[in-house]
């Protein structure tokens, strides 16, 4: 707030209401795995999938499904990066140069590695 010429205050203008600023994600926190697996848990909702991803979190292993169990068509830079041993870095490099041994589609901007592809590369069987 600052003072305006005849003494009235006056809020500073913004392109965000004060309703959209408080509902922003600066100081919000997110559920870790481990609360997200209790919360499906809580819920009935005990997959094996679930399972397996509750002990990769007790492992301390990150939390992507193996190749052979794959069912999406492609997946993010994480998980590729993951799969090759790779930085997530290098995936974007290989992305933006076209010099890697995979090509990623682009999808509204976003890298999807074929997961065909990483199977490949990496000779897992589907």
Known sequence: MFNAPNGA???IATHRGPDVREGSTAGRTFPTLRE???AEKKAGRATPLLR???AMEKQGAPPFVSLDRETRVGVE???AAFHLNRRPQTLRCW???ETGPLRPLRI???LMWPTAALRKLCGVAP
Request: aromatic share 6%; with cysteine; glycine share 6%.
């Open 9 to 11: 205050n006056m809020e």
């Open 36 to 38: 997200l697996i209790a």
């Open 52 to 54: 397996e991803l509750d």
């Open 77 to 79: 830079t994480d998980c």
């Open 95 to 97: 992305a933006a140069f």
């Open 108 to 110: 509204n901007g976003r």
